[in-house]
């Protein structure tokens, strides 16, 4: 009797979990979409093809104004975390680069990427003005700069030629190093941070599945997802998967008990999990609370397929929703998930879950967080 109470108990516990967790899982986390991090001579030596914008106050502007001068021409998203960085890097070298003689113009991408965060980007610039003029991206950019994504870094020299490009968040030294070729210091050893590779021709930077979601299902190198294994929901579910293939060719009841409490474990670390990635995401998105700020630009945007962030979101989420249905199942089936038809329903269900945990890595391999 005192051990079916227990049961019972156990049960009712896990049923509470999971529905709890179901609720927070509606709000997954948002990552800081951005290029990952390369250097790239693609440009040098090509002269600035010509084009004309207007800056955000409305004033037009054209490649005239980048005549006879070195400039820095910065491609950022207002709600973008990782450019808000780079942002406060060039603000810190502002000093320096106007004593050499280096202008830098901002390019807002939220016309083109995110038309309906401009407004918001407007309420952002008026509130916490930069010091650098900021001019709005038309599609015309693209191939103007042979523009991938945001944030990304050109140099432009005084002869109107490109010199190197920096794509991603670059350390705020390397900044400095392409800056210092540009202002006439020299030739820059422009080498990409030990951490990343230099792709050439622009593969590998755009990431190949944005417009294509589905490609995110096709295996990542292991390079790439390994990381994945450090966080601790995840190595949880991976666990969790060896235990359910154990069960698969040989029946066991403390196996499968101890799966199941790996998977409510997985579960409730996931709610830590999102609740801290859905506060950083909203840090730098306004003055508002960072919870609700970071909660309501992820709603906003949470079906833009061809954006990397979304897509690692939705992944995310439906990876959530798998595992938190799941736990349900088991509490629900109790030993009866040993029977040869659910044993095979729950595995294949199971590895389908890996399959979108990969995925959602393969993305999040593209998505700097720093």
Not at 268 to 278: E, H, M, Y
Not at 305 to 311: A, I, P, T
Request: charged share 15%; with cysteine; proline share 8%.
């Amino acid at each position: 009797m005192r051990r079916r109470k227990t049961d019972t108990c156990r049960r009712r516990w896990q049923a509470l979990l999971a529905a709890g967790t179901l609720a927070i899982a509606l709000t997954v986390d948002r990552a800081a979409a951005a290029l990952i991090p390369s250097v790239s001579q693609d440009l040098r030596g090509r002269p600035l093809p010509g084009f004309e914008s207007q800056t955000l106050e409305g004033q037009p502007f054209s490649s005239r104004d980048l005549v006879g001068k070195p400039v820095i021409v910065n491609f950022f998203a207002s709600w973008c975390p990782v450019c808000s960085m780079e942002l406060k890097d060039l603000q810190t070298l502002q000093p320096d680069l106007r004593q050499r003689g280096v202008s830098v113009i901002e390019v807002l991408v939220d016309p083109v990427e995110t038309p309906d965060t401009v407004d918001a980007a407007r309420q952002q610039l008026a509130r916490n003005p930069l010091p650098f003029p900021v001019v709005m991206m038309v599609p015309a950019f693209r191939d103007v700069f042979g523009y991938e994504g945001f944030p990304a870094t050109y140099f432009v020299k005084a002869d109107g030629t490109f010199s190197t490009t920096l794509f991603g968040y670059q350390p705020i030294e390397q900044l400095r190093e392409v800056a210092s070729e540009i202002a006439g210091g020299g030739a820059a050893t422009t080498t990409a941070p030990p951490s990343s590779s230099v792709p050439s021709a622009g593969v590998g930077r755009h990431p190949p599945w944005e417009k294509r979601p589905l490609l995110a299902l096709v295996p990542a190198p292991w390079a790439q997802w390994h990381p994945l294994l450090v966080h601790f929901p995840i190595a949880l579910l991976v666990l969790e998967a060896v235990f359910v293939c154990a069960l698969l060719v040989q029946p066991n009841e403390r196996v499968a008990h101890s799966s199941t409490w790996l998977l409510g474990a997985a579960v409730a670390s996931l709610v830590p999990t999102i609740l801290t990635g859905i506060r950083d995401a909203g840090a730098d998105l306004g003055v508002d609370s960072p919870f609700s700020a970071g909660l309501h630009d992820r709603l906003t945007h949470l079906f833009r397929l061809e954006s990397s962030v979304s897509l690692h979101v939705l992944f995310g989420l439906a990876l959530t929703l798998m595992a938190v249905g799941r736990l349900g199942w088991r509490v629900w089936a109790g030993d009866r998930i040993l029977r040869a038809g659910q044993r095979m329903a729950f595995t294949l269900l199971t590895l389908l879950g890996l399959w979108v945990l990969f995925g959602g890595g393969q993305v999040g391999g593209g998505i700097s967080h720093r």
